[in-house]
Each structure stands twice: as C-alpha cells, then as structure tokens.
C-alpha cells in the first residue's frame, strides 16, 4: 500500500469555543482536495486525511491503519490557519518519531511570505512550498516542471477520507481585491467565474446514494458576484441536467436587486451576508464603505428581497477597533429593525493574523482606533484584542455570543450548520440530545 497522503491539519486551539457545536464541524479543505487529485491523474495513489479536532495522537494511529509506514513518498501537510500550528507542531514530531519520509509544508495563508519563520516553528519538517500548489506538487514528486493549466479543474471526492460525511464545495472564482483592512485575499485579484455547465457536471459527480441529508455544495469564492448572464445559464444548465440547492457568502454592494430572483431561481438556499456592522464610523474603520449611510440601506434591501425570495439570510458580524456600547447599539438597534428578514447571526471579534513583522501595520491602524494587544489571549500568527477601554477582549466575545443568540434560534442554528459543515448523517435529534448533556454557553437561544 504504496500510498501518497495529504493531511489537513487539526486544531489544538480554537478560534471559538471547544463545544460540541463547534467541534462537530467538518471543514473541507477544498485546496488540499484538489492538490491530491492532480497527483492522482498523474498516475499516483493519493488519499486526504483531516485532522478536524482529532488529537494527534489518535490521528496518527488512523493513518498508520491507513498505511502510513509503508510509503515511500513525502507526507504533504496543509496548515488552513495559525490555529492549526500546534496541532502541526504535535503531528510532525509524531510522524517523524516514525518514519523517515519528507515532511512537506503548505498554507499560504500560514507560511505569509516568510517560509524560514515557519521552519522555525516547525523544526520537524523538511520542506515548505508558498503559494497556491497545482503546478508545484508533481515537482516535489517527479523533480520535473508541470506547467499544466489546471483552473477550473475539479477535485476528486473519491480520495476524501470519510467522504460520505462530508458537504462538498465547488469553486466558482478565485480572488477579492476589494481591500477590506480584517481579510486576507484583499489584495489577490478577482478571476472570472466558472462556467454554470461545469458546475452542474461536477455537482452530478458529487452525488452519493445513501440515507443522509442531500449533498448541498458551497459556492466557493471569496468575492461571489454573479451576472444576469451567468445566473441565467446556471437555470438553464440546471433545467437540463440536475437541480440543486447550494450556498454562497456575499458581500452587501456586490449584488445588484434584479439578481436575487435569479439567485433563488438558480437554486441558492442559503446566502452569508457579510454586512460586518451596522455603526457608521466602524464600516468606515474597516474600509468596508465610505458611504457608510447608502450601505446600510443596500443592506436593507438586499435582506428584504432574499427573504421575499425565500434565501435565508445569515448576517456576518466583525466586531472590531474602537468598538463600545454606543456602536453595539447601533448594530443591535438595525439588526432588531430586520429581524423578520435575518435567518442567522454570526459575530466575531477581529484578531490580528501573521507574523509580526507582516501585521504590525494593521495592528498598530487597529490601536489607533483604540484597541490594545491582548498578550495572554494571542499566540504565535494570532494577535487577539481588547478592543476599546470599555471593551476588553474577555467581554468582546461575551458581547459577540449574546449578538448571535439574540438572532438565532437552536434548529435555525442547526439548519445552518448542518447545510454546510455538520456530519450529513448528524440529525437534529442528536444535536439537541448534545447539547442537552453538555450544557454549554452557544451562540443561539435554547
């Protein structure tokens, strides 16, 4: 069993609570999918493992069952966030403690530019490749070029560990460029979407047969704006061949009003709306909007028509620098004004990601608006924040849970989860049977 494994690796810290509502979550690590798949088409037996919140250790004894000390090959790792930094610091010490095989290290959210800093954190691994990975993986293999165009191409499921348990994600474009100051891909540019034809051929070999719940895909695309155009052939597309329901997260001026019909229309069942605030002078923070008054009626808008179109709506909300009681209120009064409308609420608090001599900027733009490093609650890549002086850290995530639980109900919670990221075979029945042993503090209302 002469096997090539990708390993996408777990988290021994959490960016939210450890409870079951959050520990149950299965996230797809789309890119490593994809990466194993090219190998796969070049002749080689490939399979991808997630580490999710699986301790190393017991991770570890799967992919030995799995035949892990029988490869000859590297042993490839995708690191999707700095909080999977320690449980990848624990997993190559395992492996290696093992077997001899080359570690080789990806992320490029993690490795920001500066590989030699990862290898300082990680002094078990052998190699670390930046960026995006499709033509660079058979090198590492085969020591020669591939200059294949490989866009648009989509994953093999079949080499998903676990797959039946997973909701699959299709990715539609690549790129944002819109600048926002808290994400990541502000600066990467926006690419064209992918043909509807190509989607709905690539959801049809999605599909499993079984008892659990439908397979209902994430659009992937960090900057999601559909045309008329594209809408309209993603119909046509899905009248001859397969309908679908799948989700999408949109930001609130990307999206003009005569397409939320056709958005229904096209099968979205669920769209996350990152709206980020309702206070003035925090959209202006964020560089969300400098209009920050038009913004929040598009906002209107667009939550009244996905509701009359049957899109259930769950807002995003960033609590961020200089955040206090009066810009709270001023979200918590416009979130009341749209209740009706809003499926979900889900509020974070903003944190600082990258090595420090990448982020200082945004930290010290953030502490111009009143925010203080949180030394006890930051750690290596990841800068947390008291976020004014009537608002430390501590209480910003208690604020952001109760936000959330105002607008959310358990089995609306769940619908949401369960779409996306929940075991397809895990039912409400059990959830609440969960949640009802472990009787924690969650960000919705039981």
């Known amino acids: 069993m002469n096997r090539i494994f990708f390993i996408s690796a777990g988290q021994l810290n959490t960016k939210k609570e450890r409870n079951i509502s959050n520990i149950k979550n299965m996230y797809l690590n789309y890119g490593l999918l994809s990466l194993a798949t090219v190998v796969k088409k070049a002749g080689y037996d490939s399979i991808v493992f997630h580490g999710n919140f699986t301790s190393p250790n017991l991770f570890l004894d799967n992919l030995i069952s799995e035949g892990l000390l029988k490869t000859q090959y590297p042993i490839y790792i995708s690191i999707p966030s700095y909080y999977a930094l320690t449980w990848t610091q624990e997993i190559t010490s395992l492996i ?70 997973y909701q699959p994600s299709i990715e539609v474009s690549r790129g944002c460029g819109r600048g926002c100051d808290f994400c990541q891909e502000k600066d990467e540019p926006l690419q064209n979407l992918k043909s509807p034809i190509l989607i709905v051929n690539e959801y049809k070999n999605l599909l499993i047969k079984d008892n659990f719940r439908d397979i209902t895909p994430y659009f992937e695309a960090s900057l999601f704006t559909p045309t008329e155009k594209w809408l309209k052939e993603l119909i046509s597309a899905q009248k001859e061949s397969q309908s679908f329901f799948w989700r999408a997260e949109c930001r609130v001026d990307s999206l ?56 259930k709506t769950k807002v995003n909300i960033m609590l961020y620098a200089g955040e206090n009681e009066d810009t709270l209120n001023e979200t918590r009064t416009w979130l009341n ?79 949401l989860k369960a779409f996306s990221y929940y075991p397809r075979d895990y039912t409400f029945d059990q959830f609440k049977r969960d949640i009802d042993i472990e009787k924690g503090n969650y960000s919705f209302d039981y």
């Not at 030699?116 to 293999?141: A, C, F, M, Q, S």
């Open 96 to 165: 290696k403690a093992k077997l001899n095989n080359k570690i080789i290290i990806g992320g490029r959210w993690v490795i920001d530019g500066d590989v030699n800093r990862l290898k300082l954190e990680l002094p078990h691994i052998d190699e670390v490749v930046p960026g995006l990975g499709e033509n660079k993986i058979l090198k590492t293999i085969t020591g020669i070029d591939d200059y294949t165009d490989y866009n648009h191409s989509p994953p093999d499921y079949t080499l998903l560990n676990n797959r039946q348990y």
């Open 337 to 415: 004004a749209h209740k009706e409308y809003i499926y979900g609420v889900s509020c974070g608090v903003v944190s600082a990601f990258g090595w420090e001599h990448n982020k200082q900027k945004f930290i010290e733009k953030l502490c111009g608006y009143g925010a203080t490093v949180c030394e006890e609650k930051s750690f290596t890549g990841v800068t947390n924040f008291h976020l004014s002086d009537t608002l430390c850290y501590q209480d910003s995530i208690a604020e952001a849970k109760k936000l959330s639980k105002e607008f959310m109900t358990m089995e609306k919670f769940f619908y």
């Open 256 to 311: 003009s009003n005569r397409l939320i019909p056709l958005m229904a229309q096209a099968g979205m069942a669920i769209i996350d709306l990152g709206l980020e605030s309702a206070s003035p002078i925090q959209l202006s923070r964020m560089a969300k909007s400098k209009t920050p008054e038009k913004y929040l009626n598009r906002a209107s808008e667009l939550l009244r028509l996905c509701y009359k179109n049957g899109i």
